[in-house]
């Protein structure tokens, strides 16, 4: 420990010796179960915190070596769903969902946006301000966008107050945990952040903009349920295969990412369709029952309902997955040291 602080002062700094420090710790955590209490990460987060956001070289070398560590834990063999994963970051399931499941799961979803309290015109005139409501209603959370885009969002993150359906067939579904387990190689214990009944209706005023961006940087993953059969109206999902993966091109800007928000990026993650991979986008126009499942570092974007249309989802969030490289960063991930926010 000792050591650290002396190579901290160091001018300039050597990169390649802190790097060798940060290893060794992360080493002895995996080795002790995460007991961060003699821990670098524990005892100088905000230096770690500052020497991340500052060496580009440094942040990707300690995520190379997460992500390599990473697999040497879990050895099972893999499925066709992550195999499908791995190389698209998303996979969309066609009727994964019977007919009696989904309409239990739709009825639940009524009910959540029908309890959606209604907004006053003070209410309405701020989310032209801030974009959303947020409203807490025995602890579950209701979200409204502003007129011009068209969102209703019932969030439900404590267990106790998922409906009966989210609780079933999706906070206690065995196949969904053990495919992300396996996409991200944890054997470790995990349960979904939050589960959100969504509905996007047209907004006032017709639209046809994309917003690309990645949710998080962290180890994060989705499962997004369709209750209705869409048409090219009902705003579809809108993604590029195959870009979660991290190549050189996107390197600098996810490290910029880390650096203004951290782990959980917000408006920085977003980016000018210029940036995403050059190929065709996807549009996903699927059927009730369908689940699309998705590691949240794929290049996507939300798209607007038309004419009638409307997108009726549930969204099953899985947020701080327990990898070697969540329980780290997010560790120190409270110190932001030099945003310019
Ligand atoms: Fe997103």
């Known amino acids: 420990m000792k050591n650290f602080e002396k190579y901290l002062n160091d001018e300039p700094i050597n990169i390649n010796k802190i790097f060798e420090i940060i290893v060794e710790e992360s080493e002895k955590l995996i080795k002790n179960n995460f007991d961060f209490s003699n821990s670098i990460f524990e005892h100088y987060k905000a230096k770690i915190k500052m020497l991340l956001q500052s060496n580009q070289k440094l942040f990707w070398n300690f995520w190379e070596y997460c992500e390599k560590r990473q697999k040497e834990i879990y050895t099972k063999k893999e499925n066709e769903i992550t195999k499908e994963l791995r190389k698209n970051g998303i996979c969309i399931k066609s009727n994964y969902f019977n007919e009696e499941q989904i309409k239990s799961l739709k009825n639940d979803w009524e009910t959540a946006i029908n309890s959606m309290p209604e907004l006053n015109k003070e209410e309405k005139n701020l989310t032209l301000k801030n974009r959303f409501s947020f409203k807490i209603k025995n602890e579950i959370n209701y979200v409204q966008s502003s007129e011009f885009d068209g969102k209703k969002r019932v969030i439900f993150s404590k267990v106790e107050t998922f409906p009966n359906s989210f609780k079933t067939l999706l906070n206690e579904n065995s196949e969904f945990k053990e495919i992300i387990k396996s996409y991200f190689f944890t054997e470790d214990i995990f349960y979904p952040s939050a589960i959100m009944a969504e509905e996007i209706s047209k907004p006032k005023y017709s639209r046809n903009d994309l917003y690309w961006h990645i949710d998080n940087l962290s180890d994060q993953f ?5 209750l209705e059969d869409m048409t090219e ?36 993650n977003h980016f000018e369709e210029s940036f995403t991979a050059k190929k065709e986008k996807q549009v996903a126009v699927l059927k009730a029952g369908d ?8 290049h996507h974007s939300a798209s607007f309902a038309k004419n009638n249309g409307k997108r009726k989802n549930i969204v099953i969030y899985y947020n701080k997955l327990p990898t070697i490289k969540n329980k780290i960063l997010f560790k120190i991930d409270s110190y932001l040291n030099f945003a310019l926010k």
């Open 233 to 268: 109206d009902d705003a579809p999902f809108i993604y590029k295969e195959n870009s979660h993966k991290i190549i050189k091109r996107y390197k600098e800007r996810y490290h910029k990412m880390y650096s203004l928000n951290g782990m959980i990026t917000q408006d920085s």
């Open 291 to 298: 689940i699309v499942l998705f590691d949240c570092k794929i």
């Open 222 to 226: 989705k499962i997004m349920i369709i």
